[in-house]
């Protein structure tokens, strides 16, 4: 069983339910409101009643969460969810009585059954007579009778459980400092692999329980600090000097560590980077641009962190969120915290530290930061996504080698066939900040929060029956615009379309699978025919035709058949880039109307070989192309 697999999927479906925390914690904000002042004391009873009404169901909101997240939102497991959980509540009271509460445990146990139930029964056929309720209208039939025998045993059992819970509550709260310590720690080392969400379900929805003044009981930090339970908030005011200093701080570091010529575009990606940390906890960007280049620091930062929770607790601060710790929920939720200003010194001293730290150690151990080399991650998108998608498809392997495509705010994830058929150095080219092999073909690739917007876009790929051609880099360099070669045939696609490169070693290899069909005497220029009929163009340098001395040598001859990244033809650079016109080096399809659409990565520096660099979809009539003179 892929256990790393279902554990990834588990943790991105818990975080769908909190999605409906932030506009509970706004509601109980504004009915905090002085409106007896303006004698609408009543409007603001409403509000805090309709705050309040989120929290009560939370139960039944990650029942349905659950479920539509573990079956790709299917609607009939949602309202199966919806079902048991009614079904399961009722029965329970009905036997234990209103005081036994399985609260967020029970309402993720009813949306687990809920999508095994939809994944095991929605292709069931029935005899033709019956078979309405075949197929996932047989969904929630099954899942009222999977509730009577989950709710029969519950009964059994429950009782234990819930002691069992409290001692482990106990236990954990009673741990103290240290406690939101290790917290802390782990909470930060399990963010690259995202399990840090089943983590803070945990502690944030089950550890504690409190009476509200009306008799209701609450159980989680979470819960617990809106329905003002003095206790709560334990393992979640630390996080706010982390997600609100100490990361923008590393921004900073990075930004003022990146090279001159590089660091306007890095400013203007880590700017953005360090305010949504900020404003709203997203993170991820900012610790995947240091976390595979410097994994020590990271565990570094993982201590740090853990530290902070310690020391919130030390100073006796209660601070709470409904999405995450960064600057809009600190200031909504400051007037239900204890002593949360004491969060603003600590925050600077820790931004600090982070900042001093980092700028030290980027410059002591020459860490590749972004802005530090040509090939930085967290390159800035340039809303370009549904043109990058294509080539994203491709460096993953393609359409064949996609078997599940999920999106969190901030990452891809992914099963695939062959985790190994990535081309990790072409996701990065296309804006990947990093990439996490989970084992059983469970991949993680974090594009900070453009991640929904490329999923949707690759579904539509996924969607169609399209063909797809993609092209690697045919040469070391970096590449450039048909229209910046400074050519007028080649720029004004007189020839036909494409890319150019210009040259760092004297190499050309292959970019596609096919046949060559023609090399030019002085072995300057070669044409391929790819099996889609595809006729491409490799012409290295501007002018070149004539150059003095043998400056080219082809190790291939026409009528042989060539592979992506296979070697082609050797030429003296320094030679070439003396005598020519330009090294500019077009990679152009010269039968251009069999293409219906192209895609082309960042233009920016390439390896040679590297792929998914352009990617062209085919016309669905195509015809056999001819061979070029």
């Known amino acids: 069983m892929n256990w790393m697999g279902n554990l990834q999927q588990l943790g991105r479906s818990l975080m769908l339910p909190t999605i409906a925390l932030p506009i509970a914690a706004v509601l109980l ?25 989120v929290f009560d169901y939370i139960p039944i909101i990650f029942a349905v969460g659950v479920a539509l997240g573990l079956t790709e939102s299917a609607g009939i497991a949602g309202l199966s969810a919806m079902l048991g959980y009614f079904m399961f509540t009722r029965l329970i009271e009905h036997q234990l009585g209103t005081d036994f509460q399985l609260g967020v445990p029970g309402g993720i146990l009813i949306g687990l059954l809920s999508a095994i139930i939809y994944h095991r029964f929605k292709e069931v056929k029935l005899p033709e007579y019956i078979q309405f309720f075949g197929g996932p209208r047989i969904v929630p039939l099954v899942m009222g009778l999977a509730t009577l025998i989950v709710s029969y045993i519950m009964i059994g059992i429950g009782p234990y459980l ?59 930090d979470l819960p617990r ?14 996080l706010y000097p982390i997600m609100m200093f100490a990361l923008p701080a590393i921004a900073f570091a990075i930004i003022g560590e990146a090279r001159e010529d590089l660091k306007p575009k890095i400013k203007t990606t880590f700017l953005t980077a360090a305010l949504a940390s900020f404003l709203t906890g997203v993170t991820e960007p900012i610790e995947f641009a240091f976390l595979f280049v410097a994994p020590y620091l990271f565990v570094i930062h993982a201590i740090l962190s853990g530290a902070a929770m310690w020391i919130a607790y030390y100073l006796n601060i209660q601070h709470g969120f409904s999405y995450s710790a960064g600057a809009i929920d600190y200031v909504i939720n400051l007037h239900l915290s204890h002593h949360g200003l004491l969060l603003i010194p600590i925050g600077l001293v820790y931004g600090l530290l982070y900042y001093f730290l980092f700028r030290w150690a980027i410059r002591r151990f020459q860490i590749p930061t972004p802005g530090r080399e040509e090939g930085s991650s967290l390159e800035e998108w340039a809303g370009d996504i549904p043109y990058r998608s294509p080539l994203i498809l491709q460096a993953l392997g393609g359409k064949d080698n996609i078997k599940k495509i999920e999106a969190c705010i901030t990452r891809l994830r992914l099963t695939l066939v062959n985790d190994r058929l990535m081309d990790i150095t072409a996701l990065r080219h296309l804006g990947a900040a990093g990439v996490i092999r989970l084992g059983g073909g469970n991949v993680q690739v974090v594009f ?34 048909i229209e910046e070669v400074p050519d007028r045939i080649f720029a004004s696609r007189l020839v036909g379309n494409g890319v150019a490169f210009f040259p760092e070693k004297g190499e050309l290899v292959s970019p596609v699978a096919g046949t060559i069909m023609h090399i030019y005497p002085t072995m300057h220029a070669l044409g391929i025919l790819t099996e889609e009929g595809l006729e491409v163009l490799l012409h290295i340098g501007i002018d070149t035709a004539s150059l ?15 592979e992506p990244g296979q070697l082609l033809v050797k030429f003296n650079l320094n030679k070439v880039k003396k005598f020519a016109a330009s090294l500019a080096t077009p990679m152009i399809i010269t039968n251009p109307d069999l293409v219906k659409s192209w895609s082309f990565a960042p233009f920016k520096a390439v390896k040679k070989g590297q792929g998914s660099v352009m990617s062209v979809v085919l016309k669905p009539t195509k015809t056999s192309g001819g061979t070029n003179g």
């Not at 002691?163 to 930060?188: D, E, Q, T």
């Open 29 to 53: 904000r504004l009915g905090d409101l002085p409106w007896d002042a303006i004698h609408a004391s009543s409007f603001g009873d409403m509000l805090l009643l309709a705050g309040n009404t």
């Open 162 to 220: 819930e002691v069992g819970m409290a001692k482990l509550s106990g236990w954990l709260l009673g741990m103290g400092g240290f406690g939101s310590f290790i917290y802390g720690i782990a909470h930060r080392l399990l963010v690259p692999s995202g399990l840090h969400h089943i983590l803070n379900n945990f502690f944030w929805f089950q550890v504690g329980a409190y009476s509200t003044p009306t008799g209701n009981m609450v159980y989680g």
């Open 225 to 238: 600090f809106f329905a003002g339970d003095p206790s709560a908030g334990t393992y979640m005011a630390g």
């Open 448 to 481: 900070g929060t453009f991640s929904e917007l490329i999923r949707e876009e690759i579904m539509k790929v996924l969607r169609k029956d399209i063909h797809v051609v993609l092209f690697n880099a045919p040469m070391q360099g970096r590449m450039i615009p």
């Open 548 to 562: 003095p001395g043998k400056c080219f040598t082809a190790v291939v001859k026409e009528g042989d058949r060539v």
